[in-house]
Each structure stands twice: as structure tokens, then as C-alpha cells.
């Protein structure tokens, strides 16, 4: 027997009756990961539209694109009314969500509903291109999976296709059977990985292999934040902001065979296209 969506809501007293958009964002403009682990600023990017997509809906069910046609729960919100774009909260400098847009909707989060942020994945089916539908509860979505509680991170899915935070490294290794697909991807692969200080943009690029590959050498910046390196030290001890302001990323994947030596002529080759040694944070 399926699982569907409102099997798991109505736990939490969800009202099916009332009538319900579900919305599924996905928006290569912006980085979705890190407006999902801002709750604040995921609110305020969903409530800026171009059309009046909410209207006649009494509440939403928010989810964000996964691979295919999976999205991932994030929760669910009040309509509460709208207002003209211009007359809406104003953005966060560097943020234009509000360009295009007509309308501005007060949305009011559930709380009770995020126990299940992150940890629920549907099969959003195939009109994947239709972002916003109606709630049809003769026709539920279907629940793919139920992670963990804990979970700080969306599902793992792509090793290129993250970023991350120095605060959401810490998530990951603060409950890491709550990850455990991160876990398992990133300890299953050597690979050459890059740290970018945000404030100044230079870049240290690293090398993982060993054992536990990827995930065994990130686990020392997360409880540090500079991994034993002598620069990402040396800036964390002159600024403040460090190392909440180092931003991690995999530039490359290797088996997890790879020695240490052909690890190092890979690392040795990226340090050379990014010139981290003459402008960066690599010291050799």
C-alpha cells in the first residue's frame, strides 16, 4: 500500500478541506540550499510572485525540486492576503527576488508541520514543469521516502551540485546518522575539493582520500574550521567572520582506490588553473 502526503500531514492536523496549492521551487537564479536552511529568507523568496498563483488558496505546501520529478517538504503556510509587489518587505541587499514580481503574499508558516521539513520526499509526478497545482485528495502524491529525524540538509544528490556553508558542514557532522546519504556518498569517493573565503574570494584547494575519502578530511574542518591549514588559520585568527564565512564545494570525484600521490598531482593541477598559489590561500 502507498504512503501519500496527507497520511503523514494529517498527523500533525492538517485540514485537507481547506483549499490547497502545492508548490515545488526550483530556481537555478538562486542558491535554493541555502534559502532552505534560511527559513526566513525561504518565506520571503516564495512570497514574491509575478502572477496571482496563491489567489483562492487558504493555504500551501511548499516543497523544493529534487532530481526528476522527486521534491523534497519543506512546510506548510497560511494565505493570509497580498499586496502590490512595491508595497512588500524590502530585500536583503544583493537579492532581487522582488524584480518582475506583482505581488507580494503574506504567508504564515505552521510550525507544527516542521518535524517533517526535509525528511519527507514525494513523487511530484510528471508535470514536473507544473510548479504550482492544486491539493487533489483523490489523487494524493506519493511518499518516496521518510528520512531521519535531525536532519539539518536536504537529500544528498549530486556530488557538483552543492555548496556548502561552514555552518552546514557542521550540521552534517553534528548528526551524522540523521545524513547518512551524505555520509555514505562522500566517504565512497576521493576527490579534490575547494574552500572559498566569501568575504575576500580567495580559494584553497584541497585533496580527500584515504578511508573515509571526502567526508573523513571535512570532518576536521567541521570541528575546526581550518582543517590544520596554515592560511585558513592564519585568516580565522585576524577575522571574526571566519570560518562561518568559508564556503566548501567538490570540484572533482576520484576513486576511492586513488593513491595518495595521484590525489596530489590532481590537487597540484586545480591549484594551477585556479591560481590559488600566486593569488589564493595554498601555500604550495
Given amino acids: 500500500m502507498k504512503l501519500g502526503l496527507l497520511d503523514i500531514l494529517k498527523v500533525a492536523g492538517f485540514d485537507p478541506n481547506l483549499p490547497t496549492k502545492l508548490v515545488r521551487h526550483q530556481d537555478s537564479r538562486f542558491d535554493m540550499l541555502e534559502l532552505r536552511q534560511d527559513g526566513a529568507l525561504f518565506d ?20 523544493y525540486g529534487l532530481p526528476g520529478t522527486s521534491a523534497g517538504f519543506y512546510g506548510v503556510y497560511e494565505v493570509l492576503g497580498r499586496t502590490p509587489a512595491s508595497e512588500g518587505p524590502v530585500l536583503p541587499v544583493g537579492l532581487t527576488w522582488s524584480q518582475g514580481a506583482q505581488f507580494c ?7 507544527r508541520f516542521d518535524y517533517f521539513r526535509d525528511r519527507v520526499v514525494i513523487d511530484w509526478g510528471k508535470g514536473a514543469i507544473n510548479w ?7 489523487n ?4 518516496l521516502e521518510i528520512l531521519a529525524s535531525g536532519r539539518k540538509l536536504p537529500p544528498f544528490t549530486d556530488y557538483l551540485g552543492f555548496s556548502l556553508k561552514h555552518d552546514q558542514l557542521k550540521d552534517l557532522f553534528g548528526n551524522e546518522a540523521a545524513h547518512q546519504d551524505w555520509k555514505t556518498s562522500l566517504s565512497g569517493v ?10 575576500s574570494g580567495n580559494m584553497y584547494v584541497g585533496a580527500a582520500y584515504g578511508v573515509d575519502g571526502i567526508w573523513g578530511r571535512w570532518r576536521n574542518y567541521a570541528k575546526s574550521g581550518h582543517g590544520d591549514n596554515v592560511e585558513l588559520e592564519k585568516l580565522m585568527k585576524s577575522d ?18 586513488t593513491t595518495a600521490n595521484k590525489a596530489i598531482e590532481w590537487e597540484k593541477l586545480y591549484k594551477l588553473k585556479l591560481g590559488t598559489r600566486a593569488t589564493g590561500l595554498n601555500l604550495n
Fill in 140 to 143: 494524493d502524491k506519493e511518499v
Fill in 240 to 257: 571574526s567572520s571566519y570560518p562561518a564565512a568559508f564556503r566548501f564545494s567538490v570540484l572533482q570525484i576520484l576513486p576511492k582506490s
Fill in 105 to 111: 503574499y503574506k504567508l504564515e508558516r505552521m510550525s
Fill in 190 to 199: 576521493s576527490g579534490i575539493y575547494l574552500i572559498v573565503a566569501e568575504k
Fill in 44 to 63: 520571503l523568496y516564495q512570497s514574491y510572485q509575478g502572477k496571482p498563483v496563491f489567489d483562492k488558496a487558504k493555504q500551501i505546501i511548499s516543497f
Fill in 132 to 138: 504550482v497545482q492544486w491539493l487533489d485528495i483523490k
